[in-house]
């Protein structure tokens, strides 16, 4: 069983900074390739962007592209979500996930974020 615990949520400003943690538990999570996705009220969960088990390849949803940013400390058993220029839209539910090398796939709780206009 692997635990994922999201951290670093809460309200800014449209135009502003906030960024997100995801502690994964697990001694292989080196290998671990790591997602953010998101869910709005009324609308279904998306992907925002993940990055894989090196760290060396992220990808992003065009929504987000060029504002927010993936990064992974397998030191720390950490990956991070960097959000920039945020807009009202960017407002959701910000879940991590992490899959394993067999596949196995495990969702934190989610962090609200919120952005005020």
């Known amino acids: 069983q692997v635990q994922v615990v999201e951290s670093g949520g809460g309200v800014v400003q449209a135009g502003g900074s906030l960024g997100l943690s995801c502690a994964a538990s697990?001694?292989?999570?080196?290998?671990?390739?790591m997602g953010w996705y998101r869910q709005a009220p009324g609308k279904e969960r998306e992907f925002v962007g993940s990055?894989?088990?090196?760290?060396?390849?992220?990808s992003y949803a065009d929504s987000v592209k060029g504002r927010f940013s993936i990064s992974k400390d397998n030191a720390k058993n950490t990956v991070y979500l960097q959000m920039n220029s945020l807009k009202p839209e960017d407002t959701a539910i910000y879940y991590c996930?992490?899959?394993?090398?067999?596949?196995?796939?495990?969702w934190g709780q989610g962090t609200q974020v919120t952005v005020s206009p």
């Open positions: 697990g001694r292989t999570f080196g290998r671990y390739d």
């Open positions: 996930r992490a899959r394993l090398t067999d596949f196995r796939v495990y």
């Open positions: 990055i894989n088990w090196s760290g060396g390849t992220t």
